[in-house]
């Protein structure tokens, strides 16, 4: 079946650190891979995606790379800034989205 | 464009009663889906329509169910509810983009059971 499981936090970094959310899935074929952010008291945005394997998403200086090996598409940001902070949801696509449980962040200054 | 709008915002029912949520997709989507959200088990999938025709369904009770209009607009309605549907409920509308189906949400529709 199609599953996916990321690290559930929650994640406090300081203003300019370095984030990697990991995220790893199990699917049958080769599904689309989305990460997706919710701010408090909204919806979830589409924050990037990637369609196949070494495709890498990038969007706001967040980064994920497909990787079809390890069955993960980490996220990443190389410098945090406090208005990151929000719940971020890994995410694969198969006839509909199959969501990890979220890893809230917190950036502090 | 305009995105996803949900309406309404917040709900408040008692056990028992039934409520109808209403979404609007982005112009030019076909496909709506909806999803509950709660703190013990997360983001669920409800089910999902294109052209008026339920394409999909997830795991849920028969209490549950939807529709679609020929403007796009979905419905999803709730019978008996109970304690446990107390959530958000998350709709979001669909296009084929770069290889694959983006979703875009609304803000979705915090539901409160009594």
């Known amino acids: 079946g199609n599953s996916v499981t990321q690290m559930e936090g929650p994640v406090t970094l300081s203003e300019e650190a370095f984030l990697t959310i990991n995220c790893t899935y199990t699917?049958?074929?080769?599904?689309?891979l989305f990460w997706y952010v919710q701010y408090p008291g909204e919806g979830l945005q589409l924050l990037l995606k990637?369609?196949?394997?070494?495709d890498k998403g990038s969007n706001k200086g967040f980064e994920a790379t497909y990787r079809k090996e390890t069955t993960s598409f980490h996220l990443e940001k190389g410098s945090v800034q406090v208005s990151d902070s929000a719940v971020y949801f890994c995410?694969?696509?198969?006839?509909?989205?199959?969501f990890g449980t979220g890893t809230r962040l917190t950036v502090i200054p | 464009k305009a995105g996803v709008t949900q309406t309404p915002r917040y709900l408040i029912k008692t056990r028992g009663q039934q409520v109808t949520l209403s979404c609007s997709p982005i112009s030019g989507h076909r496909s709506v889906s909806w999803y509950q959200q709660t703190p013990g088990q997360g983001l669920q999938f409800l089910f999902e329509?294109?052209?008026?025709?339920?394409?999909n369904k997830g795991n849920f009770p028969g209490r549950f169910s939807g529709r679609q209009f020929s403007n796009s607009r979905s419905e999803m309605n709730v019978s008996t509810l109970e304690l446990g549907d107390s959530a958000l409920y998350l709709c979001a509308s669909s296009v084929f983009k770069g290889g694959t189906y983006e979703q875009y949400f609304g803000p979705g529709t915090r539901l409160t059971v009594t």
């Open positions: 995410a694969l696509n198969s006839d509909n989205l199959f």
């Open positions: 699917a049958t074929g080769y599904p689309s």
């Open positions: 329509y294109f052209s008026e025709t339920q394409r």
């Open positions: 990637a369609t196949k394997a070494d």
